[in-house]
């Protein structure tokens, strides 16, 4: 339970930041009405002029590649110091203050408010590699499934809890005490986290002879030989790789797809956002149910198929609100099984070692690439064909590859749990 509950913890960062509230907040604080009735969404940073979104997806774009350059860094140090807890502590506090400044986000000062928003992410995302490089620690490979899924769903259920009562004040009281969400979500962040660092595993060791920054690339160096020659590690790693850069930008970029191209009203919006949690909750039950009976790698073959046929849906048939809240069910139904099973699956692929952080700085740093990817990918494609739903096509070639890498995963003898 220690460990699932930093899910519980963080999950609120995802949710009310990233997902619901802050996004409706920076889109209204940002943008202005002129004396005659003209609209502008331009800001200005650093003396240079950005659409509010523009600047909004630069900014995170910066945090994932900061995570990128510092998480395999880190992790080498981590394990070889034993570490790992430091420094999910240090990226927890850093996310969790992140939040607290955004209560005195100023469109006047868009650079120190901005800083808030870019520590937050960094915080959010680089902890996730320490955390999940405690999973093969505290529990055996065949109860990865089980206690992956348990995970995901405490973090999507904590978070539920925490939009709803952020969104009781902001809808009981007024629009007014929308910035309080934001330390509440940092207090919450921080507060629930505890639980985590009183139970997990402490091993410090002696600080060795030379230098620890070098160490860290020494440890990075050594894990990519280990993988050398693993062929279902490296096809699986591929397939992972692809799949985040559809994954990760469909859950950044749903609720502006919602806003452009439905022009769903701000509450049927946040509707669809706590449908999508709700249904994330037995979605990954069932997939960890079904990995126990058929094996990761075929389940998660299914669930790649889904994800694209899903993508096909809201490019041709998604017009109207209620295409949207089937999309968005279908879409939260997979997203926590598929999350959940691929960190599973990657825990049960990894050698017997005690350098789990750095082998999960490999899974972390795939995934932010595949994000800044797949962000890049979307915003491009829309800037070209002036349409946001167009951009939903590069998503369906990246589940097409991704499935194509899952296929050619080799077959192994005896090993159920993957089939």
């Given at each position: 339970?220690?460990?699932?509950?930093?899910?519980?913890?963080?999950?609120?960062?995802?949710?009310?930041?990233?997902?619901?509230?802050?996004?409706?907040?920076?889109?209204?604080?940002?943008?202005?009405?002129?004396?005659?009735?003209?609209?502008?969404?331009?800001?200005?940073?650093?003396?240079?002029?950005?659409?509010?979104?523009?600047?909004?997806?630069?900014?995170?774009?910066?945090?994932?590649?900061?995570?990128?350059?510092?998480?395999?860094?880190?992790?080498?140090?981590?394990?070889?110091?034993?570490?790992?807890?430091?420094?999910?502590?240090?990226?927890?506090y850093m996310g969790a203050s992140g939040c607290i400044g955004l209560f005195w986000f100023d469109p006047q000062h868009l650079e120190w408010s901005m800083t808030a928003l870019f520590l937050a992410n960094v915080g959010a995302w680089g902890?996730?590699?320490?955390?999940?490089?405690?999973?093969?620690?505290?529990?055996?490979?065949?109860?990865?499934?089980?206690?992956?899924?348990?995970?995901?769903?405490?973090?999507?259920?904590?978070?539920?809890?925490?939009?709803?009562?952020?969104?009781?004040?902001?809808?009981?009281?007024?629009?007014?005490?929308?910035?309080?969400?934001?330390?509440?979500?940092?207090?919450?962040?921080?507060?629930?986290?505890?639980?985590?660092?009183?139970?997990?595993?402490?091993?410090?060791?002696?600080?060795?002879?030379?230098?620890?920054?070098?160490?860290?690339?020494?440890?990075?160096?050594?894990?990519?030989?280990?993988?050398?020659g693993k062929t279902r590690v490296i096809r699986y790693l591929l397939s992972f790789f692809v799949m985040s850069m559809a994954i990760q930008t469909i859950m950044l970029m749903a609720s502006s797809f919602g806003i452009k191209e439905i022009?769903?009203?701000?509450?049927?919006?946040?509707?669809?956002?706590?449908?999508?949690?709700?249904?994330?909750?037995?979605?990954?039950?069932?997939?960890?149910?079904?990995?126990?009976?058929?094996?990761?790698?075929?389940?998660?073959?299914?669930?790649?198929?889904?994800?694209?046929?899903?993508?096909?849906?809201?490019?041709?048939?998604?017009?109207?609100?209620?295409?949207?809240?089937?999309?968005?069910?279908?879409?939260?139904?997979?997203?926590?099984?598929?999350?959940?099973?691929?960190?599973?699956?990657?825990?049960?692929?990894?050698?017997?070692?005690?350098?789990?952080?750095?082998?999960?700085?490999?899974?972390?740093?795939?995934?932010?690439?595949?994000?800044?990817?797949?962000?890049?990918?979307?915003?491009?494609?829309?800037?070209?064909?002036?349409?946001?739903?167009?951009?939903?096509?590069?998503?369906?070639?990246?589940?097409?590859?991704?499935?194509?890498?899952?296929?050619?995963?080799?077959?192994?003898?005896?090993?159920?749990?993957l089939a």
């Amino acid at each position: 339970m220690g460990w699932m509950m930093y899910d519980w913890a963080n999950g609120a960062y995802f949710l009310v930041i990233t997902t619901a509230i802050f996004p409706i907040f920076y889109n209204a604080i940002t943008t202005t009405e002129g004396a005659d009735g003209s609209v502008s969404d331009t800001v200005t940073f650093l003396g240079v002029e950005f659409i509010n979104t523009q600047l909004y997806s630069y900014v995170l774009g910066a945090s994932f590649l900061i995570v990128i350059l510092a998480s395999p860094l880190l992790a080498g140090m981590a394990d070889y110091l034993g570490r790992k807890l430091t420094f999910l502590k240090v990226f927890c506090y850093m996310g969790a203050s992140g939040c607290i400044g955004l209560f005195w986000f100023d469109p006047q000062h868009l650079e120190w408010s901005m800083t808030a928003l870019f520590l937050a992410n960094v915080g959010a995302w680089g902890s996730l590699g320490f955390y999940n490089a405690f999973l093969p620690e505290i529990a055996p490979a065949e109860d990865h499934d089980l206690l992956s899924a348990k995970g995901y769903s405490w973090g999507f259920f904590g978070s539920i809890i925490i939009l709803l009562l952020c969104l009781a004040l902001i809808m009981g009281v007024g629009a007014h005490l929308t910035r309080w969400a934001f330390i509440f979500v940092g207090l919450w962040w921080a507060g629930w986290a505890q639980v985590t660092f009183r139970r997990m595993p402490v091993q410090v060791k002696d600080r060795p002879d030379g230098n620890l920054l070098w160490q860290g690339f020494r440890e990075l160096k050594g894990v990519a030989l280990d993988l050398k020659g693993k062929t279902r590690v490296i096809r699986y790693l591929l397939s992972f790789f692809v799949m985040s850069m559809a994954i990760q930008t469909i859950m950044l970029m749903a609720s502006s797809f919602g806003i452009k191209e439905i022009h769903l009203p701000e509450d049927q919006l946040i509707v669809a956002i706590i449908l999508v949690q709700i249904v994330a909750i037995p979605g990954s039950f069932l997939f960890s149910r079904l990995s126990g009976r058929y094996g990761n790698v075929p389940v998660l073959i299914v669930a790649t198929f889904l994800w694209g046929a899903t993508c096909a849906f809201a490019y041709s048939l998604v017009n109207e609100s209620t295409m949207f809240f089937i999309a968005a069910g279908m879409i939260g139904f997979m997203m926590g099984g598929t999350q959940s099973l691929n960190r599973s699956t990657y825990t049960k692929m990894l050698p017997d070692t005690d350098d789990t952080a750095s082998y999960f700085s490999f899974y972390e740093v795939l995934e932010k690439l595949g994000v800044v990817i797949g962000m890049f990918s979307w915003g491009y494609i829309e800037g070209l064909t002036g349409s946001m739903r167009n951009s939903i096509l590069v998503l369906i070639v990246f589940f097409a590859a991704a499935l194509a890498l899952l296929i050619a995963i080799p077959k192994e003898r005896g090993d159920a749990q993957l089939a």
